[in-house]
C-alpha cells in the first residue's frame, strides 16, 4: 500500500471498517497528504456485506475513480500528459505511465506488463493491449 501512494497509483483502498482504517492510516509511516489518498473503507457505499459485494463495490469507486481523473485529463495541456519512460527511469522511481492502446494510467514497475521498443520501455494494462501495441508499435506511437 505504502509503495502504492508513492508511486503515484490512480486508486489505493484500504478494506477495513470505519472504525479500523483510521487505526491503520495512523501507524502507516506516510505523510498526512499521503495518508489522505488512501480510500477508507474501500469502495463506495452499497451496503456491501458479502466478499462478492465488497469486490463489486471496490470497482465501482475505481470505475469513478477513473473516470473523473479521464475527464480531467481531457482539460489537461499537454504538459500534463504522461509519456512513456525509459526503463532505468521508469524502475528508479516506481512512476505511472500511460497504456498508449487504451489510454489507462499503469504502475510503471517491473511486475506491470510492458515492452521495450527502441530502448524505450512501454506499459500496459493487459495482454490485448501489449499484443496490439506489438503488432504495430508506429499506430500508437504516432498518436
Known amino acids: 500500500m505504502i509503495a ?21 492510516l495512523a501507524a502507516l ?39 473523473q481523473a479521464a475527464k480531467a485529463a481531457q482539460g489537461s495541456s499537454e504538459s500534463d500528459v504522461v509519456t512513456p519512460l525509459p526503463a532505468q527511469t521508469a524502475s528508479e522511481h516506481a512512476a505511472t505511465a500511460i497504456d498508449l492502446v487504451c489510454g489507462m494510467t499503469v504502475a510503471a514497475v517491473d511486475a506491470t506488463l510492458h515492452a521495450d521498443v527502441d530502448g524505450v520501455r512501454y506499459w500496459f494494462c493487459g495482454t490485448g493491449c501489449r499484443r496490439a501495441f506489438l503488432a504495430e508499435p508506429s499506430a500508437f506511437l504516432s498518436a
Open 4 to 24: 502504492g501512494v508513492r508511486a503515484g497509483v490512480g486508486y489505493v483502498g484500504l478494506v477495513a471498517s470505519r472504525r479500523r482504517g483510521p487505526e491503520v
Open 29 to 67: 509511516d506516510l505523510s498526512d497528504e499521503e495518508k489522505a489518498r488512501i480510500r477508507t473503507p474501500a469502495g463506495l457505499d452499497i451496503g456491501a456485506r458479502s466478499p462478492q459485494d465488497v469486490a463489486v463495490s471496490i470497482m465501482a469507486e475505481i470505475i469513478a475513480t477513473y473516470e
